[in-house]
């Protein structure tokens, strides 16, 4: 008779909750956890669990990846702006049969006092700023900076957890620095560096947030880039105990006691 393999649930991470969720599946006896890291951090941490780090080869690479690894429950953990990731987890998922949740923590909101111009995209918030100021705080990521290398009358300060490479704007100072970030830390830094504008992605989370509350209490202008819809049909958790729970549901899984910490 062949005994039926340890259930395997894959995680696809590079964000806090996905560590978290990593930890709290990890120490779960009876089950086999592994998170997947785009690779593009050269120090990303310890992670509890197995490690797998690169590119799958678009949805058919991950479907295979899922088939041949014996996934019994996928979990997207991405930043909400890992668009092309979370598109081909819902593709490998649906192919594969795999049963998916995706967690997306919940988006910023504007409260009073905030002065806030939503954008749909970073062309959109390049658009934007030489109406908003000349001295901006760029917290988009490394990864953006194209979209804003035309401003050369601008003055930039642009944070980031790995230096940025070109193309990017002339005028650019550069600040290597990983969250999470206090009030008192990030109004500081508004002030030092005499900054009229702040632009952020709508990541969501405390990790990040005190760039708007520093923002709002020095009456700063934030343009904030929306974030990309989910793939039409997914089911969605905003956070890491919603995912156990529905993870918990699944019939592979059931037994393990899944519940949010
Ligand atoms: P993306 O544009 O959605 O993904 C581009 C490609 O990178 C994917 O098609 C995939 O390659 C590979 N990839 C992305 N995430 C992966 C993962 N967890 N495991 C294995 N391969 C992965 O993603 P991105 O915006 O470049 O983000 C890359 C990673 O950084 C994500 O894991 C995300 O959670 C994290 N991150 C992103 C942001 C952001 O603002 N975008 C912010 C913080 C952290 P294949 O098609 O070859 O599989």
Known sequence: MSRRPTPHVLILGGTTEARRLAADL?????LRVTTSLA???TRPGTLAGEVRTGGFGGPEGLADWLRERRVD???DATHPFAERMTSNAAQAAAVTGTPAVFLRRPGWRAGP???WHPVASLTGAAGLLPHLGD???LTTGRL????FAHLSALHFLVRSVEPPEPPRPPDIRVLTARGPFTVADETALLREHRIDVLVTKDSGGAATAAKLTAARDLALPVV???RPPLPDGVWAEPDVRAVLERLGRLGRLEGLGLTGP
């Open 39 to 41: 690779g593009r951090v």
């Open 113 to 115: 006092g905030d002065d």
């Open 144 to 147: 953006g900076l194209a979209a």
């Open 135 to 137: 001295r901006v705080f």
């Open 26 to 30: 990890a120490a779960r006896p009876g």
């Open 73 to 75: 429950a996928l979990v």
């Open 224 to 226: 904030v880039v929306r």
